[in-house]
Every structure is written in C-alpha cells, then in structure tokens.
C-alpha cells in the first residue's frame, strides 16, 4: 500500500472542523432579575479543568455564604459561568457576551494567566472591574485602570519567599552553582526575574540556563548536565508533567544537589498525592495558603475537610474565594453597582482578604505577596517569612532513598 | 461434477453475463474462450462466489454454491488461479505456498503438499526464501500454481495462465496443466490463447459479450469457420 | 563532547524510542492491513495506563504484570468494538477518512470516561523501581526504561513471530497484500480484520503502560501520544512491523542526539522535523520493499 500524504494533513482538518464545531453552552444558566449576576468564564474543562473547577468550586463557597447572610446590598448573588474549555479566545468571547449580552452585574477573574491577561482589555473597553490572578508581571503592565490583582499570581515574584530565607543562610552554606532548566512559555520565563536578581545578590553562579519546549519526554540529559557541572542547586522552572519527568531522571541518576526548586508543577495537590516521598524537599513559592493565620483561612480549611475530605484548601480554592473577597469589600464600600465607583474605591481602600491585607497601586497590584514554601513529608509547609513559618526548612536536601 | 445454470450476473446497471449455462464433469478439462470482456473472468469469479448471482444456479456435486463465500467455497476443493497471478508480493515464495494450504480441511498435509509441490517445480525450491514479487513471470506463475495444489483442488479454475509469458514459458505452463489433469484434477482453462488451449482439452465453451455463443468438442472448435476467423486469425 | 552525557542520553533515548514503536506498531498495523486509521489507538494505551494505575494503587499488582493482563482484556474489548463500530464502515467508499471521523469521535468519548472515572488531575505511575537505576560504571540504566524497552522488545518480537510464523499471521498480510486472492484460499476478511485490529488495541494496552513508567499522564494526554504514533508510522512505514521497530530506534538516537548536543528547546523541532522530512521525501518510511 502506498502511504497517501494527504492522510496526515486531512487529519489535522477534520480535528480543527470538529473542534471548532464543539458546541458553546454555559455551563449554568440562570435568568437575570432580582439578584446581583456575577458573570464570566472559567475552564471548566480541558487542560485547565482541574484548576477551572477548583476555582469555581471557592466562588460558590463565597456565595453561598454571602447569600446566608443576606446577600450583597441586599440582594443575593448568582453566578453565570460560561466554560471556555481552557481556550483563550473563548474567554474573551464570553467575558464580551457576560457584558454585553448578559448584562451581569459584576464581572469574575478568569484562569489561567494568559485568559487573564486577555480578558483584561475587554473589562477595560466596557468599563468593569476585573479582580484576576494574571499570571504574570505583562498582564498588570498593560496600563488597564479597572483590572486588579487580588492576589495576582506572580511568576516574578515566585521564589522570593524561598529567596528571602536563602539569604538568612549562612553564606558559606550557600549553594554556589546554579542549573535553571525553564520550560517555554510566558509563565515558565517570568519565573526567571526573580532567580536573575537573587544569584547576583547572593553569589550563586549560574552555570546552567536552558530553555525547552513541552513536552519534555526525558530529563535525562538534563540531570546528567547538571551533575557533571557539580551544579548544587537546581531550578526546576515547569509545570507537572515535566517536573514530574525531572524529579524521576535526578532521583535515578542519583543527583543530589543541596536543594530543588521546582516552579509551578509542586504546587498541584498531585505532586505531593502521586510522587509521595520522592516529591518531598522541593522548595517553591504561594501567594496563599491554608496555613496562613489571617482570618477567614481556618473556616475554609474547614469546610474542605468536610466536604472534600482534604487537610487544606487547594490553592485555586483561595483564589476563587478571595477575588469574590475583594469585590465584596469594594461593592461594600462603593455601595453601589457602579463599575467607576467600585474601581475608585479599590484604589483607595484597603481589602482584607485570606491573603492579608492589600492596598492596590496604579497598575492593580499590591505589594508583592509570596510565601517561600517547601514539601515536607508529603505535606506543603510555609518556610518564609518567618511569622508565618509552619516548619524550619530541610537543607540541604538529604540524599534520595533508594 | 459442476454444473452453471442459466447464470445472470450484473455489474450495477450492466449486464456482465446473461443466462450462461455451462457442465463440467469429473475429469474433463474444459476450456473457455472468448475477446477481453466477454465474461470469462466473471464467470469463474461468480463460480468463486467473489461476484453475486443476479439470476440462475450453480451446483456442485448435487448442491446450491449461490451465496458462498469465496472463503468457505475453497474447502469443497474449487480452487481459482486468478488472472493477473494476484500473489502476496512481499511473502516469499514459501509463504506463498503456505497460504494455499490454508483452509482446515489440507492445513494438516501442508508440509507433505509443499515437497509435492517443490519436487514438481523444483525451481521454486530454489527460490523458496525471496519475495514473490521479485520472481519472473513464468516463476510467478509457477508459484501461483503451486498455491493452488496445496488446496487440493478438485476443480481447479486457471484464468489467463500463460497471459504476459514468453512462448517458451507459456508452452511449459500448458504443459504442467496437462499433467496435472493427467493426476486427475478437473481443469477449467480460461485463455486467450485459444489455439493451444483447444489443442489440450476435450471440451469448449465460447463467450461473446456475456452470451454462450458456442460449444462443443474441442476438435469440432477448431473446425468451426467463426473460431477460425475470431480467435484463430484465419 | 562528553563521553557519559552522550551514551546516557542515547541509552535513555534509545529506550524511550522502543517504547514509541510498541505504542505505534497496532496503530501501523490498523493502517497498513485494514486502511483504517485509528485515532483512539492512544486513547486505548491511555486506558492501560489508567488500569495499570488502578491495579497498583489498590491491588499492588505490577505494571509488567498489568501489561500482561491489559493484552487479553483489550483484545477481547476490542473484537467486540470491531463488530459494533469498524467492522460497520469497512464498506464506506473511503474507509480511511471515515474511519478518522469516527475514532476520533471514540477518542472523545474514551477522553470523557476516564476523566470521569479517573478525574482530570494528572496521574503518575510509580512501582518501587519507578525512579531507580541500575548502575554499570559511569552509566546509569533508569529502571522505567529497561522495562519499557524489555516490554517493547518482547511485544514487537512476538507481534512479529506471530505475523511471521502462524497461519492467522499469515493470513492478516496476507489479506493485505491481495485481498480477494486470500479470500480465494480460504481467508475470512472480516475474522482476520477483527484479529489484527484487537491485537493492535491490545499492544496499544502494553505501549500506554509502558510510556506512563516515563511521563505522567492526564485523560486528555493520548492527544500528545498521537502524535508519537505517526511519528513512529510515517519514519516505520505503513504496516510495517520492523520498520516500527527501527523507527523507534531512529528516532530514539536522534532525540539522544539531539539532547546531548543542542540546546533543549530545539530536541522537539528536530524529533518533529523528521516526521516532515519523512513525509516529503520519504512518505512509503525507511524501507522500500514493503513487508512485515
């Protein structure tokens, strides 16, 4: 038989045709009246789904709550929420629809950061404020005056708790030699400001800086790079799947530098579930957290231990529930449904989220917030800053178990 | 042996062969002759069971054919060397011969056939390792013969044998034909070559877009003015 | 050049490769023996991996012996699959494009399945060995890859025993090759159709167990896995068993290759380059003849 090339080609087709064919219905829909409709897009399935849900799942949290007290001015709450199917553009459509077809009250932040960072302008165009994670430093420097951060999940600002405690190391203790393997992308890259400005400040050489594109099927010529560069710090600046792929190759290549830094990937409720021991010692940041003390933390804790059965609420848990926090407050404060005079007051108040406090700057964002984090038994601990320090930090890291 | 009544068989809107009636008895080597398209191949694909009957019976041995499959058919013995030799080209030669013998009913006596096989065309003992698409065309020929000896046949139905050979080729393969029916093998001879095919056998049939023109005893044929100025050039 | 990063990253390249032409060699087969190309083939490994996974968190079996058990199962899901849904379209006018369309959609709804039995997060399958290495000198062997690659090697040779040497096996070329004259001596299209499309769902099975040993996966992962399987088909040649297993090994030393001596973020351009330079100027794959 010969091989037709127009097999492959033809493939790619009919996915793209089936694709785009793939009906767009919001996942609930309730009819505008009375209540206060709190609308947008979140990815309720596709690569993000796992997140989308998590996040969606904190929203109603909140609602439920806010609507057993009475609701918000005196109406209750309801959300519409369109599922983007983890697709961009779809977030964009949606968020323009929830405005002007909808015609929904308030607007929700969206995942992940570059849906955020997309959906920003359109917030900006009609006028509503936009309470997001962005993603990174990009998404705040577009010059929008209506989108805030609340918290923003930082790449930039990612390591800094981890940094903040390096530094307290005593110098000769330091690592001195750095690989920093960083996957391709807008998120994986921001994480590279933060890990510039710390070696310099600290003395660690970079000795190793790459970059890969996903997906990264082998890490063992990573691993081996690394090791042969006595290098004794590693950056692991990627997501699940190939921090996953890292960790195995430097686990059974034996390499042990004295600490790991992984960058988004550990942050997943899986690493700790699937990788068990050999996911422990991992150093990395959060912008929240189910440790912290501020108020709010320890009911949240409780109601997932209830109903999820789960020891800490997940982090996109805390992000859908403190953007609702934060729009709350400025609702409270402006007293009316008037997008300009929410915004004004957000930019002059401050918010008491579960998070800490904030007050937001011109871009939207507040101070930066980060709290160094290390897996410690399977269990996600605060390392820095010291006042809210769950465990002391292991390091160096011990040598993998065989 | 086997008998073809009245058979219709269409191609769509075509009629490929129209009440064809023709009788084989146990023994015989019977030819059928006839111009490109005049339903020779049909005819042995509808006794196959590769085509559908519109119309009329086959029987063999006091039982209907219609509606067999080609793959069940194989094991009453009715065995077709297809024109065109239609090997498994990137098999080797051996394999070839395997694939005759697969039907339960020889798969058993399949090593035993293919020394019969090999002692009767030792050239393809020779060649029992290359690839079947890598031999000559009376090679080919010769292997596709051979794959239909280790299916037993009973009836054996050879469509174009000697089509694309060399005169040299073509007289050896007539010659094994004749041996063969010798050992006692029913032959059903399709062929375009219709002076030597009238030479080897008792009994013809001659079709004509579809339609049994004549028949009779191969000598008479050779006789006949219409064959003489159609199929012989005279 | 360093002599170490060199033979390691071939080894481990070497080894993942094999592991791609286990995935790939049913889809191959699917392709070259009944024009069918099936889509969901990776959606099926997906579903080894996803058993295997399960056997191992709740029953402790092993993985090998998970890849041992997913074969029959798999072949017995799959003839009655081929009777329900392929066997149906065999009589399409273009069996290729139809039966694109319809596996694709089968893809889906396997991808739905599993996310709902399975949850989207992803998973990772780790036995005790799952990041262990057997040290010989300098070198280090990771654990996950000698399997799949002791794994690959076993299934492809015995797909290739089996293809070679048994009547059956003979019979799936051989219907291939010259349908109607296999039909002739005695070969049921549609038994054999049915055999080699169960036998390549069941080593898709044994390829998806394999590949979860080196990478974690998610439900919608088989997306990614298809793209491996035409890489190993397109360099293999359509059908073609050996060739598979070449193409593993081709584009194993390429990506080890590649790891050890360009930067990281051009090992993907280059895998995926070949897959376009085979596809221009050598779309039959690396052999001429055709054949096993």
């Not at chain 2, 015989?28 to 111009?35: R, S």
């Not at chain 2, 399709?190 to 000598?219: F, P, R, W």
């Not at chain 3, 001596?185 to 044994?206: C, D, E, K, P």
Request: hydrophobic fraction near 45%; proline fraction near 5%.
């Amino acid at each position: 038989m010969k091989v037709k090339r127009g097999n492959f080609f033809s493939l790619l087709v009919i996915a793209a045709i089936i694709c785009s064919f793939t009906l767009m219905t919001p996942a609930v829909g309730f009819s505008a009246g009375k209540p206060i409709v709190i609308g947008g897009s979140l990815p309720l399935t596709g690569a993000y789904a796992e997140t989308g849900q998590w996040i969606e799942k904190g929203m109603r949290f909140w609602a439920d709550e806010i609507n057993s007290k009475g609701g918000m001015l005196g109406r209750t709450v309801e959300f519409k929420i369109y599922d983007d199917q983890s697709d961009v553009g779809k977030a964009v459509t949606f968020a323009e629809k929830a405005i002007t077809v909808d015609k929904v009250d308030l607007l929700f932040g969206g995942y992940p950061g570059t849906a955020a960072r997309a959906v920003m302008p359109v917030a900006e165009k009609h006028k509503f404020v936009y309470v997001s994670m962005g993603g990174h430093m990009k998404s705040f420097e577009q010059g929008y005056t209506y989108s805030f951060g609340a918290p923003p999940l930082m790449g930039e600002w990612w390591y800094e708790g981890f940094f903040h405690w390096l530094a307290t190391v005593p110098a000769d203790k330091r690592p001195k030699r750095a690989a920093v393997y960083t996957i391709n992308n807008p998120v994986g890259l921001s994480l590279m400001d933060s890990i510039n400005r710390w070696t310099k400040k600290l003395n660690i050489e970079i000795v190793i800086n790459e970059k890969y594109n996903a997906p990264l099927t082998d890490a063992t010529a990573l691993i081996v790079k690394a090791k042969q560069s006595r290098c004794d710090i590693l950056f692991a600046n990627g997501f699940f799947p190939d921090g996953v792929t890292t960790m195995k190759a430097a686990k059974a290549l034996g390499y042990n530098p004295k600490a790991i830094v992984q960058g988004i990937g550990s942050v997943v409720p899986a690493w700790v579930k699937e990788l068990g021991k050999d996911g422990d010692y991992v150093f990395s940041g959060t912008c929240l957290s189910g440790q912290l003390s501020y108020p709010g933390n320890d009911k949240l804790n409780a109601y997932v231990k209830k109903t999820y059965n789960l020891n800490e609420y997940p982090l996109y848990f805390g992000f859908g529930y403190s953007w609702m926090q934060t729009l709350e407050q400025a609702v409270a404060g402006a007293k009316v449904l008037d997008q300009t005079k929410i915004r004004d007051w957000l930019k002059a108040n401050k918010v008491n989220t579960i998070a800490g406090p904030m007050t937001f700057d011109k871009r939207g964002l507040p101070e930066p917030i980060n709290f160094g984090t290390q897996i410690i038994n399977g269990k996600v601990e605060l390392i820095s800053p010291k006042n809210v320090q769950t465990k002391e930090p292991v390091y160096p890291k011990p040598a993998w178990e065989k | 042996m086997l008998s073809v009544e009245n058979l219709t068989v269409c191609y769509g809107q075509m009629k490929a062969l129209r009440s064809v009636s023709i009788e084989i008895s146990a023994g015989q080597m019977v030819a059928l002759i006839g111009a490109n398209g005049s339903g020779k191949t049909t005819l042995l694909n509808a006794i196959s069971g590769l085509v559908p009957i519109e119309e009329g019976r086959i029987i063999w041995e006091d039982q209907s054919l219609n509606g067999f499959p080609p793959d069940k058919l194989c094991r009453k013995g009715i065995i077709q060397v297809p024109e065109g030799r239609k090997l498994f080209p990137s098999m080797t030669v051996e394999e070839n011969l395997i694939m005759g013998a697969y039907h339960p009913n020889v798969r058993k006596k399949a090593q035993e056939s293919l020394q019969k096989v090999f002692s009767s065309f030792p050239r393809l003992a020779d060649r029992r390792r290359q690839f079947a698409g890598s031999l000559s065309g009376g090679e080919q020929q010769m292997v596709a013969m051979g794959r239909a000896l280790m299916a037993k046949p009973r009836l054996l139905m050879l469509d174009e044998p000697s089509l694309g050979l060399s005169p040299k080729a073509a007289a050896e393969i007539f010659e094994i034909i004749r041996e063969l029916n010798k050992e006692g093998i029913t032959i059903l001879l399709v062929s375009q070559e219709v002076m030597q095919t009238l030479a080897i056998t008792t009994y013809g049939y001659v079709l004509e877009n579809g339609v049994l023109v004549l028949q009779g005893d191969c000598k008479q044929l050779q006789e006949d003015p219409k064959v003489k100025t159609s199929y012989l050039g005279m | 050049m360093d002599a170490v990063l060199i033979f390691q990253s071939l080894i481990s390249g070497i080894m993942m490769g094999m592991v791609y032409a286990l995935l790939g060699v049913g889809f191959s087969l699917t392709w070259g023996v009944m024009h069918v190309i099936h889509i969901s083939h990776g959606a099926f490994g997906l579903l080894g991996a996803y058993a295997a996974y399960s056997l191992l968190q709740y029953f402790g079996v092993d993985p090998i012996a998970s890849a041992a058990m997913s074969v029959p199962l798999l072949f017995l899901m799959a003839c009655g699959l081929y009777q329900l849904l392929i066997r149906p379209i065999t009589r399409a006018k273009n069996i290729i494009m139809a039966s694109m369309i319809l596996t694709f959609g089968l893809a889906i709804i396997l991808e739905n399945i599993m996310a709902l039995i399975w949850k989207a997060d992803p998973r990772v399958l780790t036995p005790a060995y799952s990041s262990g290495a057997l040290i010989v000198g300098p070198f280090y062997f990771q654990y996950p890859h000698l399997v799949g690659f002791g794994l690959s090697l076993v299934g492809i040779t015995a797909l290739y025993l089996f293809l070679k040497k048994t009547y059956t096996g003979m019979a799936v070329r051989a219907a291939w090759q010259q349908p109607e004259a296999a039909r002739l001596y005695g070969v049921n299209l549609f038994q054999i159709s049915m055999i080699t499309f169960a036998l390549a769902v069941s080593t898709a099975g044994a390829g998806g167990i394999c590949l979860a040993l080196l990478n974690s996966f998610e439900p919608h992962s088989h997306n990614l896995w298809l793209i491996y399987l035409f890489l190993v088909v397109i360099v293999g040649g359509v059908g073609n068993v050996i060739g598979t297993a070449l193409a593993g090994l081709i584009i194993g030393v390429i990506t080890g290759l590649s790891m050890a001596f360009l930067p990281f973020q051009w090992v993907n351009l280059v895998t995926f380059g070949l897959l376009m330079v085979f596809l221009i100027f050598r779309p039959h794959g690396i052999f001429k003849q055709e054949g096993l």
